[in-house]
């Protein structure tokens, strides 16, 4: 029977960081060691959909942080269902095992509804009156009391947005730990964010990114302890690094270029202006470093105009359109028909107001599920209007563009020796160092 195997996944861990990491390093020693190379979009969702199914966008349906689903002519940020993975992941395979292997599923994306045995995620209740309830969604249902009883409610407000901290890692690796020792699976997938907040807000080596990285590694020394104690051994670990962010010093808004050339249309409303997607004959749907841009109905003309709009424009490294767009395995139904991709010092804004006065309320809020786009600027606070500032200039650092340098690359750590077949791999590969631990042959 092989040994339970942690897979850490761990945004923003580049390889120069373990050698100020002393638990990590710790927990590592005697092991592997490889540099990893995120896919494209290198961001959140898609690479986590990469490590798990060992498939790229073009197999595993997950074209960025959020879908512009066309008959519904609706964005969705952040909350679709398992069920938008269309490939088989780590933990349905090892359940499907003729030996029954249990996996645990900590706070990843889109796992709401997965096959995995026990899993946790965040699940706000949202009111009637516009107001949030703390939960998670978990299985066993019951989970969550527990869970909340032993630790308090999960901080929603450490996860995300001005407040972000360590407290939402320390959370999930301990509320991990109770599942341990509850139940041992055989296969422990946990989401630790912490090193994505302070990397975005001021640059991925300064000196808050550094304290980050220390909060991190006592945290990863404190769960190596807990899980040594909950498995009665000590398990074997994985360490994934999700994506790298670099230094960022431009911002580009390809919403308001389109606005400006007429084929964005907005509502415009008592309390400000809302993008409409179903009345635009394009749109910019952003996430960090790229841009799926929808046109409407497909139309030719308006994909040139498009393309051509954007070409030679300041931090934006390539237009993709059509059959371009297979080059990164992004030729996909959900993707837009065109695909921007910043230059690795700049990203790209989902504004498209072109007066600060009729940005809509929930610009100036962690707003999520609302905003037609990532908006990494809910990482900071205006004290003087105490709000979300409409300042994109704010953030020092991000992530999403394609590999071009070893600055972009992260790192995969094992606890013990694996025989690695590279010493530089792909975040698809993950998925078959973790099948072949169990015995398990890649599909």
Not at 5 to 18: A, T
Not at 284 to 302: G, T
Request: with cysteine; proline share 8%; charged share 20%.
């Amino acid at each position: 029977m092989p040994k339970p195997l942690i897979l850490l996944s761990l945004p923003g861990l580049r390889e120069k960081d373990v050698a100020v990491m002393p638990h990590l390093q710790n927990l590592m020693a005697g092991g592997e060691i490889a540099e990893l190379t995120p896919s494209f979009p290198c961001v959140t969702c898609p690479v986590q959909a990469a490590m798990t199914t060992g498939k790229t966008p073009f197999e595993h349906g997950v074209v960025g942080n959020g879908f512009y689903w066309r008959e519904k002519k609706q964005v969705e940020m952040w909350t679709a269902p398992n069920e938008c993975i269309d490939r088989p992941q780590l933990w349905d395979l090892l359940s499907h095992h003729e030996r029954g292997y249990s996996s645990a599923v900590w706070f990843p994306l889109h796992s709401k509804g997965c096959e995995a045995d026990f899993v946790c995620t965040p699940a706000p209740i949202h009111n009637p009156d516009g107001s949030e309830s703390l939960w998670c969604y978990t299985r066993p249902l019951e989970l969550y009391g527990r869970l909340r009883d032993a630790l308090g409610h999960f901080p929603l407000m450490n996860y995300w947005g001005p407040l972000s901290s360590v407290k939402s890692s320390q959370w999930i690796a301990d509320s991990a730990a109770i599942a341990a020792r509850q139940w041992q699976p055989d296969f422990f997938y946990i989401y630790l964010p912490q090193l994505d907040y302070a990397a975005q807000r001021s640059g991925p080596d300064s000196a808050a990114a550094d304290g980050a990285l220390q909060e991190l590694d006592a945290l990863l020394g404190t769960l190596a302890g807990s899980m040594d104690e909950a498995y009665g051994e000590k398990p074997l670990w994985l360490a994934a690094g999700e994506y790298a962010i670099t230094k960022v010093d431009h911002v580009e808004f390809p919403n308001r270029l389109l606005r400006e050339s007429g084929l964005l249309t907005v509502r415009k409303e008592d309390d400000g202006e809302y993008l409409d997607p179903a009345a635009s004959r394009a749109f910019a749907l952003v996430d960090h470093q790229f841009a799926h841009v929808f046109v409407q109905d497909a139309d030719e003309s308006i994909i040139r105009k498009v393309a051509d709009l954007f070409r030679g424009r300041p931090g934006i490294a390539e237009v993709l359109v059509g059959t371009q767009r297979g080059q990164f395995n992004m030729e996909h139904p959900r993707s837009g028909e065109v695909i921007l991709i910043s230059a690795p010092d700049s990203w790209q804004a989902y504004y498209y107001w072109l007066d600060d006065a009729a940005a809509p309320p929930f610009a100036r809020s962690v707003d999520i599920h609302r905003k037609p786009g990532y908006d990494p600027v809910e990482l900071c606070f205006d004290p003087a209007t105490k709000s979300i500032p409409l300042n994109a200039a704010l953030i020092k650092g991000s992530h999403g563009a394609p590999v071009e340098d070893r600055s972009q690359k992260t790192v995969l750590l094992a606890s013990e020796p694996l025989h690695f077949p590279e010493t530089s791999l792909k975040d698809t590969d993950v998925f078959g160092v973790v099948m072949r631990h169990f015995g398990l042959t890649m599909k």
